[in-house]
């Protein structure tokens, strides 16, 4: 049984919702937490891209209804220094959080409150797959069950491939009944996205808010690229 408790989720990653930002090669994913209510998410990501050595990172902060950034919810930077043997990057996150404190206070963002993880994924497939999947795990907390199918989308061939997506969402309250959800944006098509899968879900401490973590994967220099992005549902 997955013991729900606040941790960091390390992951390469990369974000989307109308949330779509690339850079660099193997990005890590950084969960900064919710509001008090629940309907507000920051997270940010961090890496070194490949091509210039150089550190980046990004904020976002999302509008969980709307599952898009709030205004000016959509920060980066990128160091003009390149990284020494041993950096990851996280560098550049440290500075970015620095000079973006008031971003987390105007929507009282609390680090502490961060995603109780409900379900992750071990799997290390590196088979692109587009078929979807349909995953179940429980919230054994608030006595709530869920079905996620992930449904893709994929359009064209090599450089024209394009690809899109949306998950089903079905919760089981703990009396037994049930409420069924869309979640996703499928009328936008991403460019030279292989494959989706789901990597994780979190609920906000305060529930009502679940977020899922979504692996993206993109052809690169032997073998592909790993992106996340994160699709967010006020329950």
């Given at each position: 049984?997955?013991?729900?408790?606040?941790?960091y989720f390390v992951i390469t990653a990369l974000i989307f919702g109308g949330l779509y930002l690339w850079a660099g090669d193997n990005a890590s994913f950084v969960d900064l937490g919710f509001s008090p209510d629940g309907k507000v998410y920051m997270f940010a990501q961090y890496g070194v891209d490949s091509r210039t050595l150089r550190p980046w990172a990004e904020l976002g902060v999302i509008d969980v209804p709307r599952n898009n950034?709030?205004?000016g919810g959509r920060v980066s930077y990128t160091y003009t220094?390149?990284?020494v043997t041993g950096q990851d990057g996280s560098g550049a996150l440290f500075r970015l959080i620095t000079?973006?404190?008031?971003l987390a206070d105007r929507y009282a963002i609390t680090f502490l409150h961060?995603?109780?993880?409900l379900y992750?994924?071990?799997e290390t497939s590196s088979s692109p797959g587009d078929g979807g999947e349909t995953v179940e795990f429980r919230d054994f907390q608030a006595g709530a069950s869920y079905k996620a199918s992930l449904i893709p989308t994929l359009e064209g061939y090599g450089t024209n491939l394009k690809s899109s997506f949306y998950i089903n969402v079905e919760k089981t309250a703990k009396d037994g009944s049930k409420r069924s959800y869309v979640v996703g944006t499928p009328q936008i098509k991403r460019p030279l996205i292989t494959s989706y899968r789901i990597r994780k879900a979190m609920?906000?401490?305060?529930e009502g808010s679940l977020i899922f973590v979504i692996e993206m994967k993109?052809?690169?220099?032997?073998?592909?690229?790993l992106r996340y992005m994160v699709e967010a549902l006020k329950l």
């Open positions: 049984m997955l013991q729900r408790k606040s941790f950034f709030v205004p220094d390149v990284v000079q973006n404190s008031a961060h995603g109780q993880p992750i994924s071990l609920i906000a401490p305060q993109k052809p690169g220099d032997g073998g592909f690229d």
